[in-house]
């Protein structure tokens, strides 16, 4: 597999972490998820976890194992947001490499085939996690609400450099619409 091919997710969805639902886990037969914290789970000024995503958390490891994974180098921090969740963590992963991801599905007992790898980032959430073989989803990131600027300018960057590169993100993107009636797949 190629570097490039490395950057291209598994699946992307076209809103936020709370867009993972367990039908899609299902549908991909993920047992386990490792998750990226910073604009993932929260934004990157907020050290508290949102009601919203505490439901979240509690609904889907219902259905798989959750291990937060992430770069930032304050344990302070992320520990915090660990804590709230109940979840097992790493801190200062130091992804792209792919060691501290296989850690994680170590501890879950996983296979990384069975694992989907969680994240806003391209050049380090993905390629990570393309990498080591697990299933890799790309999240739109969590910004502060109260920004005047709801967006992501490294996330931006890197999606301009990957298309280049010949990514395709809209491509991959898929919406899932549930309803009691009937299940729809947008490609």
């Known amino acids: 597999m190629s570097w490039v091919s490395n950057l291209q997710p598994d699946l992307v969805l076209g809103g936020s972490i709370m867009s993972l639902t367990q039908d899609i886990l299902q549908h991909y037969q993920l047992k386990g998820l490792i998750l990226d914290v910073d604009e993932t789970l ?3 000024k907020s050290s508290q976890a949102s009601e919203e995503l505490m439901q979240w958390v509690e609904q889907t490891r219902s259905v798989a194992s959750l ?4 770069n930032n180098l304050s344990e302070a921090r992320i520990g915090s947001i660990a804590r709230a969740l109940n979840l ?8 792209p490499s792919r060691r501290k991801l296989k850690t994680a599905a170590d501890a879950m007992n996983l296979s990384v ?7 806003d980032r391209l050049f380090t959430d993905v390629l990570a996690g393309n990498r080591l073989g697990m299933f890799t989803i790309l999240v739109e990131p969590m910004v502060e ?12 960057f890197e999606v301009w450099i990957s298309e280049i590169l010949g990514v ?9 619409i549930n309803s009691d009636k009937s299940r729809q797949t947008e490609i």
């Open 42 to 44: 929260v934004p990157m």
């Open 67 to 70: 291990w937060l994974v992430s």
């Open 88 to 95: 097992p963590y790493i801190f200062g992963a130091g992804k």
């Open 113 to 119: 085939e069975q694992v989907g790898m969680v994240g």
């Open 145 to 156: 609400p109260t920004a005047n600027e709801l967006w992501s300018p490294i996330r931006d």
């Open 168 to 176: 395709s993100i809209l491509g991959k993107q898929q919406n899932y």
